[in-house]
């Protein structure tokens, strides 16, 4: 009987999965790549071979409509499919470590508590991840699993980059600039060396800009800051996150609007950015097809938040060599890269227009002083390396 191992990205609405297989005497490989959507809507299960071939994409009973749920509903689908599997252990995206939490563990239920208490930091993101683990705990006690963090690459930033410039007795509590998306930057930097050799030791910006979007400055492949900070909340436009606004915003909608804890956290996470800014969509690719002012607006708000970020990480550099894209509109939006690299072309940015739509790598021209690269993350297989190095487990390739 072959093992396995299972990858899982557990969010609010959607649980991304990977299955890896080792047949017996050899490698890690992977066997499944999938996700569980429209929890709690409409849920979905769709899943591919390492060759993309469709193993499943089936409508699911109304009943998934949380993340226990989701859990259930895969496990039975991963039964039908390889009946009496071995599952050597799991490994999980979590969000946020805080301070106690940087590098990949081992989880034990008062791991799991721990990391309860930082829910509050991370309302859109870490209850899922935990219950995920929660679910794996009741139906797979016996398996190890790892909880992995986004916090964690961004764990080496100095005590300036870290502060919050609060009364320093409120910072004793954890309040302080932590950075997010750390498994993405992780695996760029990985790959760097293979992809762009020339760069991977440089001062390189990395533009992770997806539904969740940020920026990383890296240095000889290690992360010196980023846009996001304490909470996921921090820096650029997201899809529904407004990204850095004036404080006094905030205390305007407590008191003079009253509204609630409550009703603000939601306003933040859940109604901004993208989708506040045009009252249509959260989505960069129906907006980009949109003709209506608002929806304008709200891309030309992404592209000059972004802009100017990487203005400001270029000054934390002390100048910039390469400026990467990844995730869902890095990867697949050419007209955003080009928008982001014609503002950026005061720092030496010259791109080259045919490459940026023709799916190359380097989308800068060969003279170009800054050169511009597409990248694609890979999350999930950094979250697998992590979680295999702790079991003792043989890396996989891919
Ligand atoms: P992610 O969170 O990384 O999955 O990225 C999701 C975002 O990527 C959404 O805003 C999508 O609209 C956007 N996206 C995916 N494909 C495209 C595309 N071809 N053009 C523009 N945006 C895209």
Redesign the pocket.
């Known amino acids: 009987m072959d093992d396995y191992a299972l990858v899982l990205n557990a969010g609010s609405s959607s649980l991304k999965f990977c299955v890896y297989q080792r047949p017996r005497d050899n490698d890690w490989e992977i066997a499944a790549r999938g996700q569980i959507e429209g929890i709690g809507t409409s849920p979905r299960l769709s899943a591919k071979d390492a060759q993309g071939a469709v193993l499943v994409n089936n409508s699911l009973d109304a009943s998934v409509a949380d993340g226990h749920a989701a859990i259930e509903a895969l496990a039975s689908w991963l039964r039908s499919k390889w009946p009496g599997a071995h599952v050597l252990g799991v490994g999980h995206r979590v969000v946020h470590g805080g301070t106690r939490y940087g590098q990949p563990v081992l989880l034990t239920r008062q791991t799991l508590s721990d990391l309860y208490e930082l829910v509050p930091l991370a309302p859109l993101h870490q209850p899922y991840n935990l219950a995920a683990i929660d679910a794996v705990f009741e139906r797979l006690p016996g398996v190890p699993q790892v909880a992995c963090f986004d916090t964690g690459f961004h764990a080496g930033h100095s005590q300036v980059v870290e502060l919050i410039p609060l009364p320093k007795e409120i910072c004793k509590s954890g309040l302080r600039r932590y950075g997010f998306h750390g498994l993405s930057y992780e695996y760029i930097a990985s790959v760097l060396p293979t992809v762009a050799p020339a760069i991977a030791k440089a001062r390189v910006i990395v533009a992770h800009l997806?539904?969740?979007a940020s920026l990383c400055a890296l240095k000889d492949g290690r992360s010196l800051d980023s846009t996001l900070g304490f909470t996921a909340l921090d820096g650029l436009c997201m899809?529904t996150r407004p990204g850095a606004i004036d404080p006094g915003v905030l205390l305007y909608l407590f008191q003079n609007l009253e509204l609630s804890a409550k009703e603000v956290e939601t306003m933040l996470y859940k109604q901004s950015g993208l989708l506040g800014i045009s009252g249509i969509s959260?989505?960069?690719?129906?907006l980009?097809g949109r003709s209506e002012p608002e929806a304008r607006l709200a891309v030309d708000y992404f592209v000059y938040r972004a802009a100017k970020e990487i203005g400001a990480l270029a000054a934390v550099l002390g100048g910039v060599d390469a400026l990467v894209f990844t995730?869902?509109?890095g990867e697949?939006?050419s007209?955003?890269r080009r928008r982001i690299c014609e503002a950026s072309s005061w720092l030496g940015l010259d791109l080259d227009a045919q490459a940026n739509t023709s799916g190359n790598s380097r989308i800068s021209t060969e003279q170009s002083r800054v050169s511009a690269w597409v990248v694609p993350t890979n999350e999930e297989l950094m979250i697998a390396r992590h979680t295999w190095s702790l079991l003792g487990f043989m890396q996989p390739v891919s």
């Open positions: 997806g539904s969740g899809g959260n989505d960069m690719r129906d980009l995730a869902g509109i697949n939006s007209e955003i």
